[in-house]
């Protein structure tokens, strides 16, 4: 069993920043993915970003490259997504999720385990 743990949501004005974490515990891959996804009410979950730690290679869809930035702190297994440049329409619950291996696409069928979430509300 893997256990996620999200934090570093909250509100922020359209503009501003947060960082989100992703703890990662439990019988961890030695090489393995997290992935980033969002839902907000009414929309289906939309993959944001992943991140492989074989090689340290970031993946993000288009609707948050150049603001969005996908991170690890190996020693502490946690993943951060830095978002920054929020948008009203980026308001949404931020879900990490996990797979063994390298990352293949950002679909959440491909993840094994995920976190209960954390809310980012963006306002004006």
């Known amino acids: 069993q893997v256990q996620l743990v999200e934090s570093g949501g909250g509100s922020v004005q359209v503009g501003g920043s947060l960082r989100l974490s992703c703890g990662v515990s439990g019988y961890i891959a030695s090489t393995y993915c997290v992935a980033w996804f969002r839902q907000a009410p009414g929309k289906e979950r939309e993959g944001v970003a992943n991140?492989?730690?074989?090689?340290?290679?970031?993946y993000y869809s288009d609707s948050v490259k150049g603001r969005f930035t996908i991170s690890q702190d190996n020693s502490k297994n946690t993943v951060y997504l830095q978002v920054n440049s929020l948008r009203h329409e980026n308001t949404a619950m931020y879900y990490c999720e996990y797979r063994d291996g390298d990352c293949q696409f950002l679909r959440a069928d491909d993840y094994e385990y995920w976190g209960q979430g954390t809310q980012v509300t963006v306002s004006s």
């Open positions: 991140f492989w730690t074989g090689l340290k290679i970031p």
